[in-house]
């Protein structure tokens, strides 16, 4: 959905209604620091859930594996990463395989 959007509250008022109309929930990735998700669902119903762990909001292999952890530790269901990945044919190809 993107930063813009989740930060804009009547934007995100007219999401709400209509996740409300399917009854569906809203997964709030928490990308930004006001995102108007909360917000936005008081009154509707809608269930909204935010991630407790960004897995690569840096991409260094050592952070990465410590965000997994900590995420594994929360026994966090939510997990966020973006599409950094080196390709197969990059270096980082192993540390794929090894589970991240």
Same mark, same amino acid.
């Given at each position: 959905?993107?930063?813009?959007?989740?930060?804009?509250?009547?934007?995100?008022?007219?999401?709400?209604?209509? @996740?409300?109309?399917?009854?569906?929930?809203?997964?709030?990735?928490?990308?930004?620091?006001?995102?108007? =998700?909360?917000? +936005? &669902? !008081?009154?509707?119903?809608?269930?909204?859930?935010?991630?407790?762990?960004? @897995?690569?909001?840096?991409?260094?292999?050592?952070?990465?594996?410590?965000?997994?952890?900590?995420?594994? =530790?929360?026994? +966090? &269901? !939510?997990?966020?990463?973006?599409?950094?990945?080196?390709?197969?044919?990059?270096?980082?190809?192993?540390?794929?395989?090894?589970?991240?």
């Amino acid at each position: 959905m993107g930063s813009a959007m989740t930060s804009n509250l009547f934007g995100m008022q007219k999401v709400m209604q209509a @996740l409300e109309r399917y009854n569906l929930y809203f997964l709030d990735s928490v990308t930004i620091g006001n995102t108007q =998700a909360m917000r +936005a &669902a !008081q009154g509707t119903g809608v269930k909204v859930i935010k991630r407790k762990v960004f @897995l690569d909001d840096t991409q260094n292999e050592a952070d990465i594996r410590n965000q997994f952890n900590r995420a594994i =530790a929360l026994g +966090a &269901a !939510q997990r966020f990463g973006d599409s950094h990945w080196p390709s197969a044919s990059d270096d980082g190809a192993g540390a794929a395989a090894d589970g991240l």
